[in-house]
Nanobody
Framework: QVDMVESGGGLVQTGGSLRLSCVVSGLTFSLHTMGWFRQAPGKEREFVAA????????AYADSMKARFTISRDNAKNTVDLQMNSLKPEDTAVYYC??????????????????WGQGTQVTVSS
């Protein structure tokens, strides 16, 4: 059974920072691309960032690449998302996702097989 548990969400003021973490068990972590997605109220889930199995390659949504940093620790089976300069429009539920290792990092959610339950991030203005 695959288990993915996100943590680190919360309430923060505009301009603040949060660090999300996802702990994964039940799969060979180093064989999976890891991603973060988010879903705001009334909106579709959208791609935030992803990192290759080795950590050597990353991909970001254009609106976030200057503010967010994704990283992974294959020894600890964790993937983190450091979020800086947060804005009210970053308010959403953030999901950790795992996909099978591919030549290129996928940005569409259909490429990800396993999902966490999500963690709420709220940015106040």
């Amino acid at each position: 059974q695959v288990d993915m548990v996100e943590s680190g969400g919360g309430l923060v003021q505009t301009g603040g920072s949060l660090r999300l973490s996802c702990v994964v068990s039940g799969l060979t972590f180093s064989l999976h691309t890891m991603g973060w997605f988010r879903q705001a109220p009334g909106k579709e889930r959208e791609f935030v960032a992803a990192i290759s199995w080795s950590g050597g390659s990353t991909a970001y949504a254009d609106s976030m690449k200057a503010r967010f940093t994704i990283s992974r620790d294959n020894a600890k089976n964790t993937v983190d998302l450091q979020m800086n300069s947060l804005k009210p429009e970053d308010t959403a539920v953030y999901y950790c996702a795992a996909g099978y290792r591919k030549a290129e990092i996928p940005r569409h959610e259909g490429a990800y097989v396993y999902w966490g339950q999500g963690t709420q991030v709220t940015v106040s203005s």
